[in-house]
């Protein structure tokens, strides 16, 4: 895990975090839901349950368990950020320089994390870790990096119950967090000549919460669209790990997870051979997340094309930016890809951040 944990602090150092985006805080985000824009609440029916609605595990069918499931975020600004960094010699201050200026306002993005679970109709169990950095390059005078690394590890538990001949679905997930940030801030001489300091535990803040989330799911009498509404409040009661300073001169960055509300919506319809899901979900209705209430940034609207067995296909809109996903199941092994744009401004339609996501599953 040190490693690990060095490895994403050079790949944040090599971007640089940002204090002014506003990306909206999220504990997990699953690959299949990505792919749909984000839009989940009101069909899930995965192990993603745990993260998106517990509800959902009422719809499971079969168990399954994901031994080892590694997840890997990055975005195109950071793969281009990559390159480009390779190619800079040892003690080229001016080169580091220009490189940094190229790369003012083009947000840096990356994660890794791996949940292994036991999912089961109505219950599940999983563990979570996962590292990210968010990275910019500020002052077009003389550039730094500012480099901002998160770690959440975590345990969690959910249960579901049907009630009402089956239309009305309750859950409940429970879950413990060990929460790490660290935040620094690299000049272009110190990256040039090697000069970063990884050695951040002077820099490295931890904070451990108890928390939990609530989840209701109403599917309609109507055989042929299975029409559903969702409701679920995260976060009950806040997870606050403490406002984060690593330096009396370094900005103060807030540190939790706040309690939001979701409302979604789907349908679902057989369509030949294919299993036809449409959904869209409103998240933080009360607009407690981030340092803006703009509306678009809350909304996501997506869809699955389901084929036997095999493949899945999703398209959606994440924050009016168009996503894109594939997945793959081959029972013990499973792929899943997809393509979103993350906004970092302060509305949607603002500053994009294009990104990656793939995940590998290897269980039964």
């Known amino acids: 895990m040190k490693k690990l944990v060095a490895a994403a602090c050079?790949?944040?150092?090599?971007?640089?975090?940002?204090?002014?985006?506003?990306?909206?805080?999220?504990?997990?985000?699953?690959?299949?839901?990505?792919?749909?824009?984000?839009?989940?609440?009101?069909?899930?029916?995965?192990?993603?349950?745990?993260?998106?609605?517990?509800?959902?595990?009422t719809d499971v069918t079969e168990w399954n368990v994901d031994l080892f499931n590694p997840k890997i975020d990055i975005s195109t600004n950071t793969l281009d950020f990559a390159k480009d960094a390779s190619d800079l010699k040892t003690g080229d201050t001016t080169g580091a320089v220009d490189m940094m200026r190229k790369y003012i306002g083009k947000h840096q993005h990356g994660a890794v994390s791996v949940f292994p679970n036991?999912?089961?109709?109505?219950?599940?169990?999983?563990?979570?870790?996962?590292?990210?950095?968010?990275?910019?390059?500020?002052?077009?005078?003389?550039?730094?990096?500012?480099?901002?690394?998160?770690?959440?590890?975590?345990?969690?538990?959910?249960?579901?119950?049907?009630?009402?001949?089956?239309?009305?679905?309750?859950?409940?997930?429970?879950?413990?967090?060990?929460?790490?940030?660290?935040?620094?801030?690299?000049?272009?001489?110190?990256?040039a000549n090697n000069n970063t300091n990884y050695n951040f535990t002077d820099n490295l803040k931890s904070a451990n919460k108890f928390g939990g989330d609530i989840g209701a799911t109403y599917q309609f009498e109507n055989e042929d669209w299975k029409p559903r509404l969702a409701l679920v409040i995260q976060n009950l009661g806040g997870m606050d790990f403490g406002d984060y300073q690593a330096t009396p001169t370094s900005p103060l960055i807030p540190n939790a997870y706040k309690q939001q509300i979701n409302l979604g919506g789907a349908i679902t319809r057989q369509l030949w051979i294919m299993k036809t899901t449409v959904a869209m979900d409103y998240n933080d209705i009360g607009g407690s997340v981030g340092t803006d209430t703009d509306k678009g940034k809350r909304l996501h609207v997506g869809a699955e094309l389901k084929f036997p067995k095999i493949l899945a296909l999703r398209v959606g809109l994440n924050q009016g930016y168009m996503t894109y996903g594939a997945g793959l199941n081959f029972w013990l092994l499973r792929l899943d890809y997809a393509y979103y744009k993350e906004e970092v401004g302060a509305y949607a339609g603002q500053r994009e951040d294009a990104r990656h996501s793939l995940q590998l599953s290897i269980g039964f």
């Open 10 to 57: 050079i790949l944040a150092a090599l971007g640089s975090a940002p204090a002014g985006a506003v990306e909206m805080s999220k504990l997990y985000t699953g690959v299949r839901p990505l792919g749909m824009g984000g839009a989940f609440a009101a069909i899930v029916d995965d192990e993603n349950a745990t993260f998106y609605n517990p509800a959902g595990l």
């Open 118 to 191: 036991y999912t089961a109709h109505n219950f599940e169990v999983g563990f979570l870790e996962s590292l990210g950095f968010d990275a910019e390059v500020n002052s077009p005078s003389f550039p730094v990096l500012q480099a901002d690394l998160k770690n959440d590890a975590g345990a969690f538990i959910a249960f579901s119950h049907a009630f009402m001949d089956d239309h009305l679905r309750l859950g409940v997930t429970l879950k413990y967090i060990q929460h790490k940030r660290f935040y620094k801030e690299y000049t272009a001489v110190d990256i």
